[in-house]
């Protein structure tokens, strides 16, 4: 069973910056894949990043460049840095693992990027 909570959303100005942050109840180190997903007011969620244990990531398209995702195993968390943030980014961000041949998924955390 892999809890996962998610932090640091909020309301930003067009440009600006966020690091949102998913701790994970215990080691993420035998956990091979996690992400970042998001859901657009009235869209489907969709992939926003992703990386495996080996630290190989992968972007939207629509992200590329202004996002990073990285993981610190010690601290058993996945962070998601934000800059140049634009008002289409604005969403629910939800972190999610595969484990064990199940999908794990967060709370989320709401980011307004609006001026």
């Known amino acids: 069973q892999v809890q996962l909570v998610e932090s640091g959303g909020g309301l930003v100005q067009p440009g600006g910056s966020l690091k949102l942050s998913c701790a994970a109840s215990?080691?993420?180190?035998?956990?091979?894949?996690m992400g970042w997903y998001r859901q657009p007011p009235g869209k489907p969620r969709e992939l926003v990043a992703d990386?495996?244990?080996?630290?190989?990531?992968n972007y939207a398209d629509s992200v590329k460049g202004r996002f990073t995702i990285s993981r610190d195993n010690a601290k058993n968390t996945v962070y998601l840095q934000m800059n140049n943030l634009k008002p289409e980014d604005t969403a629910v961000y939800y972190c999610?693992?595969?484990?064990?041949?199940?999908?794990?998924w967060g709370q989320g955390t709401q980011v307004i990027v609006s001026s």
């Open positions: 990386i495996t244990s080996g630290a190989s990531t």
């Open positions: 215990g080691s993420i180190s035998s956990i091979n894949y």
């Open positions: 999610k693992a595969f484990y064990r041949l199940r999908n794990y």
